[in-house]
């Protein structure tokens, strides 16, 4: 299981060495020793802070993904936390100059936002690839009454699940290739880890489980299913996407996660036979984990009701329409608009309060993410929206030769916010633009 922090404590980035393949270890960036970071619990309603104190020898910023957070304290990608001094390190010293820290920071998080399952990461400018690569993503959950009164599977039986992938040198050491060939495209591993953990197996009881996914890898895509299928198919149920829950659950044979993606599903082990090892396994059936069905047939007090929310209702008429194009440059560079990303440069100035709609188009593949609101997906290809893009969502699976129209409202916030590709290398290699709510 991994750790729990609340809101309020402090966390400290530095390296460790984790034993994630057998008989060796790899020296890895963690939030308090551990990847995934720990798992940070908030209440909707209750603000809250995190401070964060950096023990790494380079610079690292914080982003609270899904997050509904006030520009100080979004994760700018040059709003740097800098390194403490070795000599240092022992003492409190956190100093504030401009808008740059030394040693730690303190996060401030309204939380002015429903349940949902958010992660946090680094987000450092041309860094961001291989410092999540290197351990720095951890997740965030907000809980709240609507939610709470829901009989969903809870306790034992409700899993986040961070799924990865990694590349290794034979001494265990992760392998990114900056750089290189391999790394303008977004960097893939050959080993796909869930919570740290190659391949792992979890024995689960013949009742329904709340698997929280999350596709926190640098580049690779997942189509995730279930190997064997239960009888009737619609393995995953789905019941929420990456800002909370769904008006209704859905059905899925199949569940397909772009970086940065999140679905929330109940899958009820109680459909297979008991005994049965069931692996979850990518497009091309590669592993991802296996849950094995133990023990007798138990109580099971939870249930997915047929109306989860009614926080879904459509967002009125836009007062403006933009259009954004994600492509690359002849230089190789990954561009919106055609701009490579400049710290200042707002490609878009929405007014608070207003309803817009954003229009993504490209040649290529790319996970669109927005900061500050969720949003709903309005349309695909001129088309009826997708199998998953339903619900609010702050990531945006946009593949080649697509059209992708999205609805948001810009809420609470003024200020400067992020939008760009989460294909991390992408992002690093300046698909990413400022935009200022006004
Ligand atoms: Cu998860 Cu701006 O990123
Ligand atoms: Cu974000
Ligand atoms: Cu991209």
Same mark, same amino acid.
């Given at each position: 299981a991994i750790p729990a922090v609340l809101a309020g404590e402090e966390i400290v980035q530095r &390296?460790?060495?984790?034993?994630? !393949?057998?008989?060796?270890?790899?020296?890895?960036?963690?939030?308090?020793? +551990?990847?995934?970071?720990?798992?940070?619990?908030?209440? +909707?309603?209750?603000?809250?802070?995190?401070?964060? *104190?950096?023990?790494?020898?380079?610079?690292?910023?914080?982003?609270?993904?899904?997050?509904?957070?006030p520009a100080g304290s979004d994760g700018y990608p040059i709003d740097q936390i800098m390194p403490l001094p070795p000599a240092a390190v022992h003492h409190d010293m956190a100093t504030m100059a401009g808008d740059t820290t030394v040693g730690a920071r303190t996060y401030r998080y309204p939380m002015q936002q429903r349940a949902a399952t958010l992660w946090y990461? @680094?987000?450092?400018?041309?860094?961001?690839?291989?410092?999540?690569?290197?351990?720095?993503?951890? /997740?965030? !959950?907000?809980?709240? =009454?609507?939610?709470?009164?829901?009989? #969903?599977?809870?306790?034992?039986? &409700?899993?986040?699940?961070?799924?990865?992938?990694?590349? /290794? &040198?034979?001494?265990?050491? /992760?392998?990114?290739?900056?750089?290189? %060939? @391999?790394?303008?495209?977004?960097?893939?591993?050959?080993?796909?880890?869930?919570?740290? *953990?190659?391949?792992?197996?979890?024995?689960? @009881?013949? %009742?329904?489980?709340? #698997?929280? !996914?999350?596709?926190?890898?640098? %580049?690779? $895509?997942?189509?995730?299913?279930?190997?064997?299928?239960?009888?009737?198919?619609?393995?995953?149920?789905?019941?929420?996407?990456?800002?909370?829950?769904?008006? $209704?659950?859905?059905?899925?044979?199949?569940?397909? !996660?772009?970086?940065?993606? *999140? /679905?929330?599903?109940?899958?009820?082990?109680?459909?297979?036979?008991?005994?049965?090892?069931?692996?979850?396994?990518?497009?091309?059936?590669?592993?991802?984990?296996?849950?094995?069905?133990?023990?007798?047939?138990?109580? =099971?007090?939870?249930?997915?009701?047929?109306?989860?929310?009614? +926080?879904?209702?459509p967002l009125p008429p836009p007062k403006r329409s933009r259009t954004f194009r994600f492509g690359q440059g002849r230089d190789g560079t990954w561009r919106i608009n055609d701009l490579t990303y400049q710290p200042g440069r707002a490609l878009a100035r929405p007014r608070l309060g207003e309803v817009e709609h954003w229009r993504f188009v490209t040649d290529f593949h790319h996970p669109i993410h927005l900061h500050l609101n969720h949003f709903q997906v309005v349309s695909r290809n001129a088309n009826e929206i997708g199998e998953y893009d339903r619900g609010w969502k702050d990531t945006v699976d946009l593949r080649a030769s697509e059209a992708v129209e999205i609805a948001v409202r810009f809420t609470d916030y003024t200020g400067t916010f992020m939008l760009h590709c989460h294909n991390l290398e992408h992002e690093d290699m300046a698909m990413m633009a400022d935009f200022v709510v006004e």
């Open positions: &390296e460790a060495d984790l034993a994630i !393949l057998p008989g060796l270890t790899t020296r890895a960036w963690t939030y308090n020793g +551990s990847f995934p970071g720990p798992t940070v619990v908030t209440r +909707s309603g209750r603000a809250a802070t995190v401070m964060h *104190r950096n023990q790494l020898p380079e610079p690292v910023v914080v982003h609270l993904h899904g997050g509904h957070t990461h @680094d987000h450092r400018m041309g860094f961001t690839g291989p410092a999540v690569y290197r351990g720095l993503a951890g /997740f965030h !959950l907000v809980r709240d =009454d609507e939610e709470d009164a829901l009989p #969903l599977p809870r306790g034992e039986r &409700e899993l986040p699940l961070m799924i990865t992938d990694r590349a /290794f &040198e034979e001494d265990g050491s /992760f392998r990114y290739p900056l750089g290189d %060939a @391999d790394y303008m495209n977004g960097v893939l591993g050959d080993v796909i880890l869930v919570n740290g *953990r190659p391949w792992p197996v979890h024995e689960v @009881d013949p %009742a329904r489980y709340r #698997l929280r !996914l999350l596709n926190a890898s640098n %580049a690779r $895509r997942y189509r995730l299913q279930f190997d064997p299928q239960p009888p009737g198919g619609d393995a995953f149920v789905q019941i929420g996407s990456d800002g909370g829950l769904l008006t $209704r659950p859905m059905g899925h044979d199949t569940l397909e !996660l772009a970086p940065a993606e *999140r /679905f929330d599903v109940v899958v009820d082990f109680a459909r297979w036979k008991p005994g049965t090892k069931i692996r979850l396994i990518d497009r091309d059936g590669g592993d991802v984990m296996r849950f094995d069905v133990t023990g007798p047939k138990t109580d =099971d007090p939870s249930r997915v009701p047929p109306v989860l929310s009614t +926080s879904a209702e």
